[in-house]
């Protein structure tokens, strides 16, 4: 039970605005009334005739005391300690310090006289100082930071009492932000045990638990738990209308990346259906240690979290190619500091390109310049809507980048480039997915058409967390209040990580023989309507629908938007072949002559130019197989134009 003392917001507002050197002289005076008030104390309860006078000899020993002290106090640190982060280890350092005080006293006392003053003095001393001193900076300690903010912090119980949990908590006591009140644990031998103060509870109590304990949120404190356990206490947890958040893992804890106290929503891997794939070493250095390594596309998603991996691997050098300026200048500042942190400034040399895939000759200079030998192209424009309303721009970037980009590579002498592809290129529906599927065919007719350079392609679904991914959208629209916004309760999605995405990349840039299609064994595609659901759930909120109508946030549904699809395939054949990956698989598919793929390019080329939309469809159609559009053509110039049609335009209609 706590006890509260009232006390002025406004006193402890200006006691805490005092410079520090007036607040160090306010514990020392403090100190010294303790001091003549304990000896004057010891006195009354130790000595044979009590009496409130203080005898000559006990007044001449406090002196001696008093000078003796102070400088000890001082010199082992008793003023320098901050008293809102004061712990055991300070109330170790002033049991030292009152007790080496008190034995430099006696030995002064009894080398200048006989020491008159019984031993039981010292002793009673000794201990009424340490508890009022101690005392002293635990009560103003409370006073000023605990008790003035113990209303406004979020009370939460930690889930996991073991070496995390126990850091978390002692952290916590110190945030003004939440206050842990007791732990959960699945450990039978520890439940029922107190611990820092907080008691260990079964998990199986919570929601009884969660009657009597004002707990809003819990906090996952159990980095080292398998994956598989995770998911099962989160699905337990999410019954309960508490928000479910948790510390760093313990990667990013080793690394120094992140501190135990930075809370965080649950991870999104626990999201998914299924465990991350583990990378293999020896694949995820072939093209890339001791190499020369170009990037386009370098500041997106995938483009900035190949540069990351590719950092770890040691490369020779790196070429960071980027038509945004800002996009460059963030990822190049970010991998500066990662190669500080590695010392390894001068090891690896970053060669930040300002520029655009369009522009072969620039990037076959670069490639020809710095000796490019390995090639990740991840430059693309990649959301659909906006390349269903800007379809020649889609085109031009995708299909005419890759092109240009692979023919540099050709000219410029370089080993190996790998397209990052997307399931959207299966049998596509949209401008975007056919453009990756066109690109794709550029690469299958160069690989049988030349031998300098081997290409590959990978393909994989939606990434997690990168821009415009669902689980950034969610999470914002969660923390509004809703509603969330999911297009059919139907829909479908392959989903991996970022760092799962680059390292299949990487190594199927290793295993690659010229032309292959890599895919990745994604497990079951994920319900979205399903995954809304979860994270409000975790959040702490229940969903607004016909069942519950007294819900916190409703799911609305928007529709699908052009060129989207209820499910994805990663698939075009159904013949694969398995790999030195178990989780990566080659694929067989159909692919186009080069001269074939030549004339559809410089079909294209001359429809852009004339912005002639329903040639361009038509192209596509006829050069991308199994292509489907789901609407009709979205371009936002060509249909306001079609609205009100003018004379001599060459768009047709």
């Known amino acids: 039970m706590r006890i509260h003392i ?19 002289l306010i514990i020392l005076m403090v100190d010294l009334v303790m001091i003549l008030a304990c000896q004057w104390l010891s006195n009354l309860i130790t000595s044979p ?10 007044f001449r020993e406090s002196i001696i005391f008093i000078l003796i002290s102070f400088p000890v106090f001082i010199y082992s640190g008793m003023y320098r300690a901050v008293v809102q982060h004061t712990g055991d280890h ?14 430099l006293t006696l030995l002064i006392t009894v080398t200048l006289s006989d020491g008159k003053i019984l031993p039981v003095f010292w002793v009673v001393f000794f201990f009424l100082l340490l508890m009022t001193i101690g005392g002293s900076r635990l009560l103003a300690k409370y006073l000023l930071y605990s008790s003035n903010i113990r209303n406004t912090r979020i009370p939460v119980a930690i889930y996991g009492a ?96 992140k501190q135990v106290d930075d809370v965080q929503e649950v991870c999104v891997e626990d999201l998914l259906g299924r465990e991350p794939i583990a ?48 996009f460059l200048y963030c990822i190049e500042g970010e991998l500066r500091r990662l190669l500080e942190k590695k010392n390894a400034t001068s090891a690896i040399e970053l060669v930040p390109i300002l520029g655009s895939v369009l522009h072969r000759l620039r990037m076959q200079s670069v490639i020809t310049t710095f000796g490019v030998q390995t090639i990740y192209h991840a430059a693309a424009y990649k959301h659909v809507p906006i ?45 975007m997915g056919a453009t990756k599927r066109f690109s794709e065919l550029i690469l299958q007719a160069y690989a049988k058409s030349q031998s300098g350079v081997c290409f590959s392609m990978v393909r994989f679904g939606n990434v997690l967390a990168s821009s415009g991914s ?57 319900n979205i309507l399903d995954m809304a659901k ?44 398995p790999t030195e990956h178990p989780m990566i698989m080659r694929a067989r598919e159909e692919y186009l002559p080069w001269p074939v793929v030549k004339e559809y390019l410089d079909q294209l080329a001359i429809c852009s130019k004339e912005f002639n939309y329903t040639e361009l469809r038509n192209i596509m159609l006829s050069a991308v197989k199994g292509y489907q559009p789901s609407s009709e053509i979205c371009d936002l110039l060509w249909t306001a134009n079609a609205k009100v049609p003018k004379a001599g335009t060459t768009q047709s209609a």
Not at 415 to 430: C, G, M, Q, Y
């Open 90 to 103: 300070f109330f170790f350092t002033i049991f030292k310090s009152i007790g080496l005080s008190i034995l």
């Open 470 to 526: 669902v689980i950034p959208l969610f999470y914002k629209q969660i923390k509004k209040g809703g509603p969330v916004t999911v297009t059919d309760p139907s829909v479908t999605r392959f989903f991996m990580t970022i760092p799962e995405a680059t390292q299949l990349v990487i190594q199927a840039g290793a295993m690659a023989r010229c032309g292959d299609v890599f895919i990745l064994d994604m497990g079951s595609p994920v």
């Open 387 to 431: 390349i269903e309303y800007n379809p020649i721009e889609g085109i031009q970037n995708n299909i005419f980048g890759t092109w240009h980009m692979a023919q540099a590579a050709i000219d410029g002498g370089a080993e190996t480039f790998i397209l990052v592809s997307t399931d959207k290129a299966v049998r596509p529906t949209n401008v």
């Open 162 to 257: 073991g070496a995390a949990g126990i850091q978390l908590s002692q952290a916590l006591k110190q945030s003004t932000e939440f206050t842990p009140i007791i732990f959960l644990d699945d450990d039978v031998n520890i439940q029922n045990t107190v611990i820092h103060g907080l008691r260990v509870h079964s998990p199986q109590r919570i929601k009884e638990l969660s009657e009597h304990f004002p707990i809003q949120r819990v906090l996952l404190a159990i980095p080292s738990v398998s994956r598989h356990r995770r998911r099962e206490i989160l699905k337990f947890l999410e019954r309960l209308p508490i928000h479910v958040q948790e510390i760093p893992s313990l990667v990013e804890l080793a690394s120094g990346a």
């Open 279 to 326: 990378p293999k070493q020896s694949l995820l250095e072939a093209c890339i240690t001791d190499k020369v390594v170009l990037v386009t596309g370098a500041g997106g998603s995938i483009g900035s979290e190949l540069c990351r991996q590719i950092i770890q691997l040691h490369p020779r050098r790196l070429v960071l190619v980027e038509h945004s300026e800002y």
């Open 534 to 577: 979860r994270m409000i759930q975790l959040s702490g909120f229940t969903v607004r629908d016909e069942t519950n109508p007294d819900g916190d946030i409703p799911i609305q549904f928007t529709g699908l938007r052009p060129g989207e699809k209820l499910y994805e395939e990663l698939l075009i054949g159904d013949e694969t072949q």
């Open 6 to 24: 009232p006390i002025s917001p406004r006193l402890i507002s200006r006691i805490h605005q005092l410079p520090r050197r007036q607040k160090q």
């Open 49 to 58: 005739t009590p009496t409130l006078k203080i005898s000559p000899d006990i």
